[in-house]
Structures are given as C-alpha cells and as structure tokens.
C-alpha cells in the first residue's frame, strides 16, 4: 500500500516538474526569413522537453513569426515589433528578454551560440545572476549539459544548478527542426520601452553573395595562408561553383586580408559541420580545427606532408594548390 502510494506520488511529483519545465527560444532572423541556427536552437529546446515558447523582436517581423509558428509543439510565438531592434542589438533585445522572462518564469532561455547569441546570453544571464552554458553540443537531460572547451580539445558534461538555466547551443550540433506540423498562436510579447542609451543603430553592411552561406552549406572550400593572396581564392570560387559550395577562410588568411572576416572559420569564426569540408592550403592549427573538425569528410590539399590538416582529414592530397585546384576544377 506504501509503496503504491510512493509511486503515484513520484509520478504526480514528476509530471509536476515537466509542467513546470519552459523554455524560452530567441528567434534569430532578419524579419523576413530565420537564421538556420534558430532551427536548431528549436531542436534543441525539444530535447529538454516542457513548453516551448519563441521570442521574436525586430521591425516588421511577421514573415518570420508566420515561419516559425509553423513548427510543431510551440506553446506561443511571442512578437515584439519596436523600432529599439533594428539591428538586433543586444543592449535593446536585453531589455526585452527580461521583461518576457519576469512574466513567464521560464527554466531555460536558448539562443545560438552565434555572434547574436554570444553578445545577448552573457548579458541576460548576468542580468539573472545565472552562470550561461554556452557552445552546448549535447543535451543529457534538463540540467545536465554536454559543451566543448578549450577550442574543442576538450568535452565537458556539466550540471547546471541556476534556477534558470541560460544555454546557447551549437548549431551542427542539433538537427534543424523542420517547421511543419504546427500553428502556434502568436502573442505579442511584454510591452515597453526598449530604446537604450547604451547603443543606437546606425547601419550595416552585409556581404552578398549568390553561394550557399558558410554555417549551413553541404559542401565548403577553405582556403588558407598558402592561397598568398586574395586574387588567388579565385581558384576556390571556380571550384566551390562546381560543387555548389560556400567558401571559407582561416583566420590567417583573413588577418592578411586575401578575404573578408565572416568568411573566417574556427574558435573565432564560424563553426561548420558540412557534408564534405575541403582545406587548402590550409595548416591545421587547433583554432581552425575547432570550427571544422566535425565535418563528415575532410579532404586537405597541403604541399607540406607533415602538416597537422593531414592528421584530421579522411583524404589528403600532398600537392601544390596552385596545380591541383584548377586540375580538381577542371575535372568535375
Ligand atoms: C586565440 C586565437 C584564436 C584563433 N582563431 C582562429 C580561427 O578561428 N580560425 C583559424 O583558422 N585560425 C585561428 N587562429 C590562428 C591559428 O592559430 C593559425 O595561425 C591559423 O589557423 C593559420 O592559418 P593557415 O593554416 O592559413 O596558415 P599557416 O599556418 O601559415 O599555413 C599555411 C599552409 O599552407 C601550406 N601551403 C603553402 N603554400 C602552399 C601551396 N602552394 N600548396 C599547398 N599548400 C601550401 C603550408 O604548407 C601551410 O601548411 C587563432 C589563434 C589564436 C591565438
């Protein structure tokens, strides 16, 4: 009879906590279309179980609130339209997840763990004395946490014990959520003034291109120091448009200015987990193997054959890249 009772206790005990379980989502997006990563910080989400909701602040957002209320399981999408988030900045979106946190109550609080992400997450977390989790790649159960450390030489599995848990997630790590099955109402979320003095909005620039971006590409060609100039990923262009492949950098490349810094990928750059990820003439320093050593397949073209790349890749072609390119290139 004890036990009997112990146990429908337990149950009721248990299915009280994942009631109790919510997790907030901050949509990244442009208003007209999501960010990929903010499918995966949906995926994300589901793995710790409870109520989802997803935030999404911009000006004239509703094309990505109606893409989002798509998706399946959402309890709410909360929208706050205000002229204080053009430009996303993190002071003014702050402000606002507070806000929506003090109405809500919820347990978790998810973002990507992208330059959004990382500038928003430490400032809310601090905001909510709760220490942030970030670069999560795993989740075990709703407060124990699998993330990489030290560049990703490490993998640390944690418990996290703050009431609110506050996570950016790595977006190769969680498959992206498919935004079907659902028609989440949407609310609008806490209203107030968001203007900052800490920051005003006053442009940008973004780079266009007609290639598949970086973070999200099946296929990417990187190029590195060896390129020896920006006119040289020429090369690289020719042969990612054959395979329909985004094109990265390593930060020396980057740093000796043969190319832009969002095309940079590592610790401080893009992380990328594609399909096929070819590297040339590229080293392998551990700082650009953090950004793609989850790769499915690594090929690296590197005329030196004791370069560390060699030690990570499924084919390595020892080779000068000024001859193999163009003959890859000209032979797909
Ligand atoms: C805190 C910190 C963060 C960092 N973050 C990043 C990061 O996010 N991303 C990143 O990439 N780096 C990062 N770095 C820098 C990193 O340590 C390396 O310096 C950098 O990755 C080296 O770039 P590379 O391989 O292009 O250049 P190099 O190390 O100079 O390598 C060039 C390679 O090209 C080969 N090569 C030269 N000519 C040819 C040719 N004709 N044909 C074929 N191969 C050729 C050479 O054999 C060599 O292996 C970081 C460093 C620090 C300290």
């Not at 429908?8 to 994942?18: A, G, L, M």
């Not at 928003?120 to 407060?143: N, Q």
């Amino acid at each position: 009879m004890f036990s009997k009772c112990s146990r429908q206790f337990t149950v009721q005990f248990s299915n009280q906590i994942k009631r109790l379980q919510s997790t907030l989502v901050i949509a990244e997006h442009n208003n007209e279309s999501l960010t990929p990563i903010t499918q995966n910080a949906l995926a994300a989400a589901k793995k710790l179980g409870g109520d989802i909701t997803v935030l999404v602040a911009g000006t004239k957002c509703g094309p990505a609130v109606e893409k989002l209320a798509k998706a399946n399981g959402l309890k709410r999408v909360l929208v706050a339209e205000n002229d204080a988030f053009k430009g996303f900045t993190a002071e003014s979106l702050t402000t606002l997840v507070l806000a929506t946190q003090k109405q809500f109550n919820f347990t978790h609080i998810v973002a990507g763990a992208t330059a959004f992400g990382k500038a928003l997450l430490p400032r809310v977390a601090a905001k909510l004395d709760s220490s942030p989790v970030t670069d999560v790649i795993g989740i075990k159960s709703a407060d124990t946490f699998v993330r990489s450390i030290y560049a990703g030489n490490a993998i640390q599995t944690l418990v996290a014990k703050d009431p609110v848990k506050v996570l950016s997630v790595r977006g190769t790590s969680f498959e992206a959520d498919n935004l079907e099955g659902g028609s989440a109402a949407s609310e609008p979320a806490p209203a107030g003034s968001y203007a900052t003095d800490l920051t005003s909005f006053v442009g940008q620039e973004l780079s266009k291109s007609d290639r598949p971006e970086l973070t999200s590409a099946n296929v990417v060609v990187s190029g590195g120091r060896g390129l020896k100039s920006g006119d040289n990923f020429k090369l690289l262009y020719d042969l990612a448009d054959k395979l329909n492949a985004a094109v990265g950098a390593s930060r020396a490349a980057v740093d000796a200015g043969y190319v832009p810094n969002d095309m940079q990928v590592g610790q401080t750059g893009k992380i990328v987990a594609p399909d096929l990820y070819i590297a040339v003439g590229i080293s392998g320093a551990i700082q650009h193997l953090a950004g793609m050593k989850d790769s499915k397949t690594i090929v690296a073209i590197n005329k030196d054959p004791e370069a560390p790349i060699f030690q990570v890749s499924d084919y390595g072609l020892v080779a000068d890249l000024f001859k193999a390119v163009p003959e890859l290139t000209g032979k797909l």
